[in-house]
């Protein structure tokens, strides 16, 4: 089984629709995904009226979990908790921001912003995040990813060296934007990677997601389950 929270479309800067994106991602294994196409302030409203009608689509008639979301990306710092209580407002089941990754020019302060804002689920690529950061996520549950994401992972090892010292939550997403999706081996290779053991990998690749599916579903309607 994967699971995945962070993964894009063409409705940002991916390369497949969402529907074609729920199908891969089903032929891959997927028991649930989020599509958290790159958003700001505006916009918002459209591009998850779009996604839920998508998701709702392929949840009814394929059984994955499919979830309307955003990432909330190069938004002003001071603009993030604005920009995250509007993407709930306008159905967001899983709201994402773009951290602070060492491959781009975000800005600083960025981390701290998402990890204080209540609306905020997962922080992608935190980058260079400080102790004290990750102190911030454990306490208001933010969960820390380990990105498969080529130029964001570089700091995957010091991302996974800190929560483990804060005692933060970390999930394993792919950041998916051109047919890069998760298998199960290339989702335990990057946590693996990151300097996790084999015990780890069974609360980062299926506690933490069930976590964040749970929490999602006051948010959205997840499939009932067909008998046998």
């Known amino acids: 089984m994967v699971y995945d929270f962070h993964t894009h479309t063409f409705l940002s800067d991916g390369v497949l629709s969402p529907v074609e994106l729920a199908r891969r991602a089903l032929a891959s294994g997927y028991a649930a ?10 916009g918002l409203g459209p591009l998850l ?29 001071a603009a993030i908790h604005r920009a995250a209580r ?21 800005e600083a302060g960025t981390n701290r912003a998402a ?27 933010v969960f820390l990813e380990l990105t498969a994401r080529r130029g964001h992972c570089l700091t995957n090892g010091h991302v996974a060296r800190i929560a ?31 300097g996790l053991t084999e015990d780890d990998l069974g ?8 976590s964040l599916l749970d929490r999602a579903a006051t948010r959205w309607t997840l499939p009932v389950a067909k008998p046998g």
């Open 49 to 77: 009226e779009r996604l839920a009608e998508d998701c709702a689509l392929v949840q009814e008639h394929w059984g994955i979990v499919a979830l309307p979301g955003v990432e909330l990306t190069h938004v002003p710092a």
């Open 164 to 194: 483990r010292e804060a005692g933060a939550r970390l999930i394993v997403n792919s950041d998916h934007h051109e047919l890069d999706l998760l298998t199960p081996e290339r989702a335990r290779n990057v946590a693996l990677g990151a």
């Open 203 to 210: 609360q980062v690749l299926v506690d933490s997601p069930r």
């Open 86 to 106: 509007a993407a709930r407002r306008a159905g967001a089941a899983i709201v994402v921001v773009h951290g602070e990754t060492v491959v781009e020019p975000v």
């Open 33 to 42: 995904l989020a599509i958290t196409d790159h958003a700001g302030l505006g």
């Open 115 to 141: 990890l204080s804002c209540e609306d905020v689920d997962i922080l992608a690529h935190p980058g260079l995040i400080t102790l004290e950061e990750a102190r911030m996520a454990a306490q208001n549950g």
